[in-house]
């Protein structure tokens, strides 16, 4: 056993689990106050979910020895972690990096809590916790698991995929598995259940930036866990991620901040702490691939996109609440396309030819139809049996109340909410008119 290594994952599995309730910070700080904790239950929903079905059949379906198609393990093979904790003397079993493998589940189900409840941000302030609730378990088993399998075990989008003939595809920590996975569940699903009440018309601006800024900050100490985690010892690799990393969150941030002040002519808190998420995001397939500088060019780039990306929502029509599509879907597939321009060793401007870029491009848009074609299927499943929205009314008072029987600050009440919503719609139709 290397002490070293199994210290250094222990750590960062830590640091990745602390990830999601730092979303449920960034988003709640996003959100309405009249649903801020029911964003946050969400978050914390989906860790509760994943961290038991991971155990039972996750584990077994993500990374068991018996693949299905190379697209799934058999979720029976490893079913309560049989056979995966202790090796035959009863010893610890270890992996090739020569730690306990319970180590890696302890990993490993930290990516899949935190993908699952990024999608939730897409369809804040209208949907029944109970739905949400099945949805985590069904999309988690049905497209989480089998995406991690087929990227990150070789499966059908791994080097040893149909694939793998033209490049090795590169996928460090997640853009695929985790980021394009998400944003693009996000985007279904926001366009099933359909637009908050007053969308385009009504403000629905963030109810406590601090929050967001705090949240913001935890995503930021947490991906280190992330990014440096998955180089799987305290080694050089670990390193260049951390680095990477950095320049590339930084970078990130000042450009959407420069977007921002050329585009509204100011520079914000919220775009701070959004530009932090967009290079953390980009930078997690490639924070071993680059090198320092390649990551401040990806940071400045996925910044910009990201930036404007948001505003699409408006263009289009669809009601992403929180920005999971312009950050998460543009952020990952920037992310991951970008090493087939900036990779080191195989990357088309170091001399390295297309192919890297070609097998990038194609794994990408496989993870966009994947999860796209999945979460279509489970959420007109979920509309049809249970329905996604809450009523028109309790939509008005607010879901913290009408889903929780609770409000986050002492003092507010059904009828301020209600109040508050009829006073916004009157304010802007009278701006609109004017």
């Known amino acids: ?193 359909g637009k908050r009440k007053g969308f385009g018309a009504v403000p629905m601006r963030p109810h406590n930036l601090t929050l967001t800024m705090l949240g913001a900050g935890l995503l930021w100490f947490g991906w280190f866990g992330f990014n440096a985690g998955s180089a799987f010892g305290a080694n050089g690799t670990a390193g260049l991620a951390w680095v990477n990393t950095t320049t590339a969150t930084c970078a990130a941030m000042l450009g959407w901040l420069l977007t921002e002040k050329l585009r509204d002519g100011h520079a914000t808190s919220l775009g701070a702490a959004s530009g932090v998420v967009a290079g953390l995001v980009a930078i997690t397939p490639a924070a071993g691939a680059l090198s320092p500088v390649g990551a401040i060019a990806l940071g400045v780039v996925a910044g910009a996109l990201c930036a404007l990306a948001v505003g699409l929502k408006y263009r289009f029509g669809y009601d992403d609440s929180l920005d999971v599509v312009g950050v998460h879907l543009v952020g990952g597939l920037v992310g991951t396309v970008s090493i087939g321009f900036l990779g080191t060793s195989t990357g088309l401007l170091y001399g390295g030819g297309v192919n890297q870029l070609v097998v990038q491009v194609i794994i990408a848009l496989a993870a966009v139809v994947f999860s796209g074609v999945m979460t279509t299927i489970i959420g007109l499943a979920l509309r049809a049996a249970m329905g996604w929205r809450v009523s028109d009314e309790a939509e008005t008072v607010g879901v913290d109340q009408s889903e929780h029987g609770e409000s986050a600050y002492e003092g507010i009440t059904a009828g301020r909410f209600a109040a508050e919503s009829t006073i916004g719609a009157a304010r802007t139709t009278t701006e609109v008119k004017a």
């Not at 038991?52 to 393990?73: D, H, K, R, T």
């Not at 378990?137 to 089998?146: D, H, K, R």
């Open 1 to 193: 056993m290397d002490t070293g290594a199994t210290a250094w994952m222990l750590a960062s599995a830590s640091l990745v689990l602390l990830m999601t309730p730092g979303l449920a910070l960034f988003y709640g700080g996003m959100s309405r106050s009249k649903s801020v904790l029911n964003m946050m239950m969400m978050s914390f929903g989906a860790m509760g979910v994943v961290g038991v079905i991971y155990v039972l059949w996750g584990w077994s379906m993500s990374f068991g020895g018996a693949s299905v198609g190379g697209v799934f393990g058999n979720p029976l093979d490893k079913f309560g972690l049989s056979g995966v904790i202790y090796g035959p003397g009863g010893d610890f079993a270890l992996n090739a990096f020569h730690y306990p493998v319970v180590i890696d589940v302890a990993f490993q189900v930290t990516f899949a809590i935190i993908t699952v409840a990024l999608i939730s941000g897409a369809i804040a302030d209208r949907t029944k916790f109970s739905t949400w609730m099945v949805f985590v378990a069904i999309w988690a088993t049905l497209v989480y698991f089998p995406m991690a399998h087929m990227v990150w075990n070789l499966g059908l989008l791994s080097a040893d995929g149909p694939f793998g003939g033209i490049a090795a595809p590169i996928d460090f920590a997640g853009g695929t598995v985790v980021h394009i996975n998400a944003g693009m569940a996000g985007l279904v699903l926001a366009l099933i259940i």
